[in-house]
Each structure stands twice: as structure tokens, then as C-alpha cells.
């Protein structure tokens, strides 16, 4: 299957703060998605975005398709991004997810 | 906005019971996926599922797993046998178009 691997594993930020979570993987897929996975379990979509850029609100996400990675940017960080945030990619109807960037903004 | 729900949102069970875990996806929704996700650890592919057939399934969906649509509307997920090591929560999602899945809130499920 496709290996997936997100970087930073671990991030503590300043409430204000921007930042930039990294996902990376191993061949070509047909889709990638964002996911935000609060403190209470729940997995809400960020973006679906299989190449190109797209922006909503304060997160914003490119995938360079080519060079097999995807970036996802957090500006103005709030305390209520916490949690973890997992890329996941599919082929065909079949979905790998990385390991998780785990966030911790504090105020 | 409609939402993906699940049911029920805990079970407990011993080793070697039958379970059956409940989704609901969103009514114009096509296709339909079932993850787990170990305490701690990252989400894992289960099953894809399209119309009435499983699309693809990973290595971890073996025969004590089965899925099926019984009445056009519920999304279920049944193991038969379960084992301690199938403790998780387990996750349903759907999408219409095969771009943004929806995941519903989880089922935990504790095997004793």
C-alpha cells in the first residue's frame, strides 16, 4: 500500500501563530483529503484537494501532485485547533492515512 | 445540515459475541466506508462500499468481518467473532462523489 508520513509528529504553538504541517507519500493517487480530528474523536473534512490549492478561512492546503507531497497551513492559530490532523489518500476506493501532526495551541 | 450518525456510540462486548455497529450516511450519499482507529493510533481503511457491493477492503477486513446495506438506508458493519484486539472505535463515512467523506461520530467498542 501507500506509506504516508506527516511531519511534524508533535507541535505546540502560541495562540496567533501560523504554521505549516507536511504530508508526505510514496506514489500516485486520485485523492487526498484533510481531516481534523478533535479532541473528542470526531473527524470533520478540511479539504478535499488532490492538486492544487484552496484556502478556507484561516487553512489553506496545496498539493504538489508531482513531487508526491501536500502542506497544509494553519494561520492565526485558536485554541479550538487542537486536536490532530491526519492527510489521507486513495487509490481506486481504498484510503491510507498518516500518523498525525497533534496539535496544541495554547492561549 | 444533514450528518453521518452512528450507533450505538458505545458497546461493550465479550470475546467471541457477534456485534453489529449502525451507520446512517447522508441520503444522497453512494458510497460508504468503514475505518477503525486503535486508542492513540492513526485511522485504518477497512471496507469501501458501492452500490451493494464491497469496492475494495484492506488486509485487516478478513472473514470475521462482513458489511451490507439491509434496507437501502442503514450501513452496517458486523463481526462475528470478536476478539480482544478489535477494540477500537470504528468509524463510518460516506460521499457522494467520491471526493469529501463524511465520517460519522464513531462507535467504541470494548471487547472483554
Known amino acids: 500500500g501507500i506509506q504516508v508520513e506527516q511531519s511534524p509528529p508533535d507541535l505546540i504553538l502560541q495562540e496567533g501563530a501560523n504554521s505549516t504541517l507536511r504530508c508526505n507519500f510514496s506514489?500516485?493517487?486520485?485523492?487526498l483529503q484533510w481531516f481534523h480530528q478533535n479532541p473528542w474523536g470526531q473527524l470533520i473534512n478540511l479539504f478535499y484537494?488532490?492538486?492544487g490549492t484552496k484556502q478556507n478561512g484561516r487553512l489553506s492546503a496545496t498539493t504538489v501532485a508531482t513531487e508526491r507531497y501536500s502542506l497544509l497551513y494553519i494561520s492565526s492559530s485558536q485554541t479550538t485547533d487542537s486536536g490532530v490532523y491526519f492527510c489521507?489518500?486513495?487509490?481506486?476506493?481504498?484510503?491510507?492515512f498518516g500518523t498525525g501532526t497533534s496539535l496544541t495551541v495554547i492561549p | 445540515e444533514p450528518e453521518v450518525t452512528q450507533t450505538p456510540s458505545h458497546q461493550v462486548t465479550q470475546m467471541g459475541q457477534e456485534v453489529i455497529l449502525r451507520c446512517v450516511p447522508i441520503?444522497?450519499?453512494?458510497?460508504f466506508y468503514w475505518y477503525r482507529q486503535i486508542l492513540g493510533q492513526k485511522v485504518e481503511f477497512l471496507v469501501s462500499?458501492?452500490?451493494?457491493?464491497?469496492?475494495?477492503k484492506s488486509e485487516i477486513f478478513d472473514d470475521q468481518f462482513s458489511v451490507e446495506r439491509p434496507d437501502g438506508s442503514n450501513f452496517t458493519l458486523k463481526i462475528r467473532s470478536t476478539k480482544l484486539e478489535d477494540s477500537a472505535m470504528y468509524f463510518c463515512?460516506?460521499?457522494?462523489?467520491?471526493?469529501?467523506?463524511?465520517f460519522g461520530p464513531g462507535t467504541r467498542l470494548l471487547v472483554l
Open positions: 489521507a489518500l486513495g487509490t481506486g476506493n481504498q484510503f491510507y
Open positions: 506514489d500516485s493517487v486520485n485523492n
Open positions: 484537494i488532490p492538486s
Open positions: 441520503s444522497n450519499h453512494l458510497y
Open positions: 462500499f458501492y452500490n451493494n457491493e464491497i469496492s475494495e
Open positions: 463515512a460516506a460521499t457522494a462523489d467520491q471526493e469529501t467523506q463524511y
